[in-house]
């Protein structure tokens, strides 16, 4: 359940980034500890919902401003869907957390990384990197050659 739930959080966030520019981290940043916390415990009920209207609430709630981080108007190639980037980023945070051992530290420390910009750069194919060296790029601080 828990990684459902951090699945459904980090599609959400790149839902929210996508429709609003905005770096996800800064959407991150948005929310308390208490809030992504409530937000991961809800996501078991909230995934019934549509993503319009969970992002909707979302950007009202945590006054989530229009950004000019704009990953996809300008791409030349196929944009991965929000789900698909959720899942790595997910995947990331979990690998993170193994040493961590606070979820949500890991998700405000992966969020917070040069790797999500990486990530979110559709023009690269680093999304569909390994885990493993998504991780270790993260880990070294860099993306590794």
């Not at 991150?28 to 319009?52: G, I, P, R, W, Y």
């Not at 609430?57 to 945590?62: L, P, R, V």
């Not at 979110?120 to 070294?140: A, C, D, G, Q, R």
Request: one cysteine or more.
């Amino acid at each position: 359940m828990k990684n459902d739930n951090l699945f459904y959080v980090c599609s959400l966030i790149e839902f929210i980034g996508r429709k609003t520019k905005n770096h996800r981290g800064d959407i991150v940043s948005k929310l308390t500890d208490d809030q992504l916390l409530n937000e991961l415990e809800d996501a078991s009920v909230n995934h019934s919902l549509s993503f319009e209207q969970v992002c909707d609430e979302w950007i009202e709630k945590y006054e989530i401003t229009m950004g000019d981080y704009d990953t996809v108007t300008d791409c030349n190639f196929k944009i991965p869907s929000y789900t698909s980037i959720g899942k790595v980023y997910s995947t990331l945070i979990l690998s993170v957390d193994k040493e961590n051992g606070s979820l949500i530290q890991s998700i405000r420390d992966v969020f917070s990384s040069f790797i999500i910009d990486e990530i979110t750069y559709f023009e690269s194919s680093v999304y569909y990197s390994n885990p493993s060296y998504l991780y270790w790029s993260y880990k070294e601080g860099k993306l590794l050659d």
